[in-house]
Every structure is written in structure tokens, then in C-alpha cells.
């Protein structure tokens, strides 16, 4: 049986200490490689829109996390994760919920919460529901899919603070956010949203790249602002702002 929010008597779905079959298990995408390095050792990993279960079990398997709640909101994903746990003898280490974002996950007291995969308001969104998570020794690895700059802005207005940032590549690049609160706010300027101030100081090819990407979308916005007669200042400073934070002059 499967655990769904709102359920009288939970059951969890998957129990039994399984054999560890870390060869067969295919290789992390580096978005989810890149992720799953975040994590502390000795977790207790909550991985919230999980689908496919990949990185809780990977990370149980690889002995980073001593557990997990795997958690989904739809059906479909959340027996693709029970299968996966179950083919790899994880059904006691993984615990499956379906739930909306993060209902029903503080009772497994996660030490590491992974949302990866959805768009920054989504994630911003969940995050503000579970006030729970306003506490410091959690920590937070996030992988908006799009609108970084929304959950940048959530975060560091709600007092939770961008520890750390990386940038995975693939066929496009993705932006990885590891956060936790402090009950500090830090006010970015619109370009460090965007970017990620950590990941401007570091500085290094991947980042370059996603600037010029964001420079080509911002020119096309103010291209097509030009031609319907708008006003082209906001888009003419950020370009200014990502251009100084690449050594490129305008
Ligand atoms: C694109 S998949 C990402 C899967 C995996 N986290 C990854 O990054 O590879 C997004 C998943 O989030 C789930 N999802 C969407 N909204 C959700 C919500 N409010 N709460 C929990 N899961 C959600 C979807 O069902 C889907 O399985």
C-alpha cells in the first residue's frame, strides 16, 4: 500500500532492507550527478517530485544517505519510484509518499531536502508552505527548471540563505541552489538573481556560458520591444549588469 496525503492510517509503501546492487543502477545525468554531491553524508534525503526515485536511491545505495522519503504528487511517478526501489532492494531505506510538495514529509524529520526538476515559482511555492523548514539544520537543494531568479528572490526575502550554487551542463545548462535559513535577508540585484551571485564569483566557463545565453534572450526581448515602440531601459542596464559580470564591456 501506498502512503497519500490526507490518509487516516498511513501505511508506507515500501519496507525491507534490501541488497545494495550499486552496478546495474545507470549512470546520474550532471544535473542529477551534480545534485546529488550536495548532499551531506549521513542524510536523511526528502526528494520531493521524485519520478523516476533516481537520486534517493542512488544516494542509499552509494551510502551518502542512511534514508529517504521519496515523494510525488501524481500516481504514474509514484509507482515508477516504488518499482525502482523495490528492483533495488531499497523498499526499507525509501519510504514513497504521494503528496502535494511538502505535506506529510516533516514526520520523517529530513535532514536534506531535494526539489529538482519543476519551475522556480512551483518550488518557491512549496517551500512557502512548509514553514517547518525555517530551521537551520535543514538544508535545501534546489534545481529550478526555469525562473531561477523567482526562488533567488523567495529565498533570500523569506530568511533562508544561498549557501552554495553550481551549474550542471547538458545539452542546456541547469542552476542548482543549496540553501538553508538563517532568518537573514540579502537583497540581490536583478542580474544575481538571474545567475546566481555565487556562481558569478566563481566564475568559470559553464557560468560565462549561461550569462551569453541570458544576454541573447534579453537582446531578443528588446528587439521586440523596439519594434512595438517600448521603452528598452530595463533590458539595455540588466545587459550592461551580466556583460560588467563577464568582464565584457557594452
Ligand atoms: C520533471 S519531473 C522531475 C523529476 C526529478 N525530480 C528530476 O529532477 O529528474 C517533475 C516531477 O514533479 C512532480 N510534481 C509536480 N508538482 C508537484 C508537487 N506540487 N508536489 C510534488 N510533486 C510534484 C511531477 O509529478 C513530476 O514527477
Known sequence: MRIKDGDSNPIPVCRSFG?????????????????????????????IGTDHAYLPIYLCLEGKARGAVASDINAGPVERAEKNINKYGLS????????????????????????????GELISRIIE?????????????????????????????????IVDERLAQEEKIYQIILAKYTGLCEELSEAQLLLGKINAARHDSAFISLAKRQIEILKRR????KKANEDLTHEQSLIAEIKSMIGETT
Not at 545525468?29 to 545534485?35: I, V
Not at 527548471?145 to 526562488?151: K, N
Request: proline residues 5%; hydrophobic residues 35%; aromatic residues 6%.
Open 19 to 47: 541488497r545494495k546492487i550499486m552496478n546495474d543502477f545507470p549512470k546520474l545525468t550532471p544535473r542529477l550527478a551534480c545534485a546529488s554531491k550536495l548532499i551531506r553524508a549521513s542524510s536523511f534525503v526528502a526528494d
Open 92 to 119: 526499507d531505506k525509501i519510504t514513497v509518499l504521494q503528496t502535494d510538495g511538502l505535506n506529510g514529509i516533516q514526520e520523517y524529520r529530513p535532514t536534506d531536502i531535494m526539489i529538482l526538476g519543476m519551475g
Open 129 to 161: 508552505q512548509a514553514p517547518w523548514t525555517k530551521d537551520e539544520s535543514i538544508q535545501l537543494c534546489l534545481q529550478p527548471m526555469t525562473h531561477a531568479e523567482i526562488l533567488r528572490e523567495f529565498l533570500t526575502k523569506n530568511g533562508y540563505s
Open 222 to 225: 528588446a528587439e521586440g520591444k
